[in-house]
């Protein structure tokens, strides 16, 4: 698979595939760690993106909870695309786009939030796509990440693996393949710290999930 060679290569049809409907899953348990205090804090009607999208996990799920909300998911592959936007093709207020998240194809100052679950590692400049996702918010609009923790505790990998939906019998491999191929090829702690440190926020964190092999990275724009 092209993704063991290079992580910043864009998912083939397969790659889309299974990591949809066995991977995807179990980052969205990692997502219910951090999201709902996220969504108690936007405003009614807010406009959200989400680089990064899959196949359009998040949306659907934010969605159920908050269908006042404004979602433009992109993602730089097609198939994910198409598999969003037929997840949420009963959401009038979600969007899709094939898009680059180191060129977002949108104004300035135009989101009250952007969100990215498991996709910045992919990015071939962080720093770039960060700043992208800062430009594209209104002042005081929240950035909220999370990313595989380089550094994250054994047991925490060997939980999270534990849920993706595959034979037993493949967890060992597959928890192997998770430390080597993603998240041993994703940032830590320091260079979370390093890469929120370069952004025009204010209030800004970085931290671990508990229970969970996955970063914390957030903030608001300042005003």
């Given at each position: 698979?092209?993704?063991?060679?290079?992580l910043t290569?864009r998912?083939?049809f397969?790659?889309a595939?299974a990591?949809?409907?066995?991977?995807?899953p179990?980052?969205?348990?990692?997502?219910?760690?951090v999201?709902?205090?996220y969504?108690?804090?936007?405003?009614?009607?807010?406009?959200?993106l989400?680089?990064?999208?899959?196949?359009?996990q998040?949306?659907?799920a934010?969605?159920?909870?908050?269908?006042?909300l404004?979602?433009?998911?992109?993602?730089?592959?097609?198939?994910q695309?198409?598999r969003?936007?037929g997840?949420n093709a009963?959401?009038?207020?979600?969007?899709?786009?094939?898009?680059?998240?180191?060129?977002?194809?949108?104004?300035?100052?135009c989101?009250d939030?952007?969100?990215?679950?498991?996709?910045?590692k992919?990015w071939?400049?962080?720093?770039?796509?960060?700043?992208?996702?800062?430009?594209v918010?209104?002042?005081?609009g929240?950035?909220l990440?999370?990313?595989?923790?380089?550094?994250?505790?054994?047991?925490?990998?060997?939980?999270?693996?534990?849920?993706?939906r595959?034979p037993?019998?493949m967890?060992?491999?597959?928890l192997a393949?998770f430390?080597?191929?993603?998240a041993?090829?994703?940032?830590?702690?320091?260079?979370?710290?390093?890469?929120?440190?370069?952004?025009?926020?204010?209030?800004?964190?970085?931290?671990?999930?508990?229970?969970?092999?996955?970063?914390l990275?957030?903030?608001?724009?300042?005003?």
């Open positions: 698979m092209a993704l063991f060679n290079d290569a998912y083939c397969a790659e595939w990591y949809d409907r066995f991977v995807a179990a980052v969205m348990d990692v997502r219910d760690a999201v709902d205090d969504l108690a804090d936007l405003p009614q009607g807010a406009r959200i989400e680089v990064g999208c899959g196949g359009g998040l949306a659907h934010v969605i159920e909870q908050r269908p006042d404004r979602w433009v998911g992109l993602d730089a592959s097609n198939d695309i198409e969003a936007r997840r009963g959401h009038q207020t979600a969007e899709f786009v094939v898009g680059d998240a180191l060129a977002l194809p949108f104004a300035d100052q989101f939030a952007t969100v990215s679950i498991a996709s910045i992919h071939a400049d962080q720093s770039k796509g960060l700043a992208e996702c800062v430009r918010l209104r002042p005081g929240q950035l990440v999370v990313e595989a923790d380089r550094g994250c505790r054994f047991n925490d990998a060997r939980a999270f693996v534990s849920r993706w595959l037993k019998a967890r060992p491999l597959n393949m430390r080597t191929f993603v041993g090829r994703s940032i830590d702690l320091v260079e979370a710290r390093s890469l929120m440190s370069e952004l025009p926020l204010t209030s800004w964190e970085v931290s671990r999930i508990r229970g969970t092999p996955a970063l990275m957030r903030g608001r724009r300042l005003r």
